[in-house]
């Protein structure tokens, strides 16, 4: 049989499918306690008063957007280098995206380039922390605190980074995660809302369950089924999705330890090759690896051919300026190292399971690509 180490692969154990059966026999199948049990255990692990769920981080994002009261008229400060969703969900709130650079050795958002991206339109930053990669809060605080703005932070990739400490998904007005496959912790497709603001929350419960009345006990949301109060949606998560993620996020710490050996492992054995730069890790910060990245020059022919020698590589993430879907969008002072990352970040085979075997494997098939002895 031909070998193939793929680039990702869910955490998917007998006990997560015995989980899911149980759902599946329960009969309960829509949002339900197994999702409520999802968000109990996102928010005390992420240390925040309230962790709603959703569809995507996409459906997320853009109820963040509507609970900030982020409309016509408005601007957002985005990362160029990202996927789209990060864009598209301030156009889908009627707000303009502005673009900035992000720094080359972190591919996260150029600190030192977003005050001179800042008019008196902007009402919020949206920062990425890439690839698990997370965010420098001293140097976004006082941004946020100079000029009066939201940070809503797209932790798509980061859910179990931490900065100084504190866990991703605590640290801005709201963070949202993806549930997708290719992060560490999947529902197949979903996401999560976190925030320790009492409206953010209630208009994220309200606006998913179509505009359902929200009210408080203690700290828990309670909905009203006979009562609407806004024009909402239906962004729920069902409880088979839920199932999945939640058997997965029991083990987080097991897993993130894993990942980070894994990463060590990748970091040594690419010390010694000149040819590759490793993506640094925030200062003071934790990485959750979502994905394992490097920097390589003639990036697509070493993809290629990774790929035919059945070593499943593949791009960062997205250059959004150089898409015809973001040809109007206002871009913000010199982008330089998105475009850098767009032609040479490559992201290495990663997921709990990967073998020390194949680590060695994908590095010896990288040095031969190169022909490194
Ligand atoms: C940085 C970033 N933001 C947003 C998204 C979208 O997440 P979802 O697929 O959960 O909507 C992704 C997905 O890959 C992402 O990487």
């Known amino acids: ?54 569809t995507s981080n996409t459906t997320g994002m853009e109820t963040v957007l509507r609970a900030l009261k982020i409309g016509e008229g ?38 030192s380039k977003i005050e001179e991206a800042i008019s008196s339109r902007t009402k919020a930053i949206i920062p990425v922390s890439l690839f698990g990669n997370p965010l420098d809060y001293d140097k976004l605080n006082k941004i946020k605190e100079k000029y009066n703005l939201f940070i809503i932070e797209d932790s798509a990739c980061s859910l179990g980074s931490s900065f100084s400490g504190k866990k991703t998904g605590s640290l801005a007005d709201a963070s949202i995660f993806s549930f997708h496959p290719r992060k560490f912790i999947t529902t197949g497709e979903g996401g999560m809302v976190t925030t320790n603001n009492f409206q953010v929350a209630e208009f994220c419960n309200s606006y998913k369950h179509f505009g359902m009345t929200v009210k408080q006990e203690g700290d828990d949301l309670i909905l009203d089924p006979n009562e609407f109060s806004i024009n909402g949606t239906n962004y729920k998560l069902s409880n088979v999705q839920s199932a999945i993620g939640l058997s997965q996020m029991k083990v987080i710490d097991k897993l993130l330890e894993e990942r980070l050996d894994l990463a ?39 993809m290629g051919e990774m790929r035919r020698r059945g070593v499943e590589v593949q791009i960062g993430s997205i250059v959004l300026n150089e898409h015809l ?16 990352l ?3 970040c490559l992201a290495l085979p990663f997921y709990n399971g990967l073998t020390e075997e194949d680590q060695i494997t994908v590095i010896n098939e990288l040095k031969s690509v190169l022909k490194i002895k």
């Open 74 to 111: 408005d601007e957002v400060i985005i990362p160029n280098y990202t996927y789209p969703a990060t864009a598209n969900v301030v156009y889908m709130v009627g707000a303009e995206p502005v673009l900035v650079d992000v720094d080359k050795k972190t591919a996260n958002i150029d600190y």
């Open 325 to 340: 879907a973001f040809k109007n969008t206002r871009v913000s002072g010199v982008i330089e190292n998105s475009k850098i």
């Open 342 to 344: 767009g032609n040479e």
């Open 1 to 54: 049989m031909e070998r193939k180490i793929p680039l990702t692969k869910p955490y998917i154990t007998d006990e997560l499918i015995k989980n899911v059966t149980d759902v599946l026999k329960s009969g309960y199948l829509t949002e339900g306690p197994v999702t409520k049990e999802l968000e109990k255990i996102v928010a005390k692990y992420t240390g925040v008063k309230y962790a709603i769920s959703f």
């Open 264 to 302: 060590k492992r990748y970091d040594k054995l690419l010390e010694d090759i000149k040819e590759v730069e490793i993506l640094k890790t925030t200062d003071n910060g934790k990485h959750s690896y979502q994905s394992y990245c490097i920097l390589i020059q003639n990036r697509d022919s070493v």
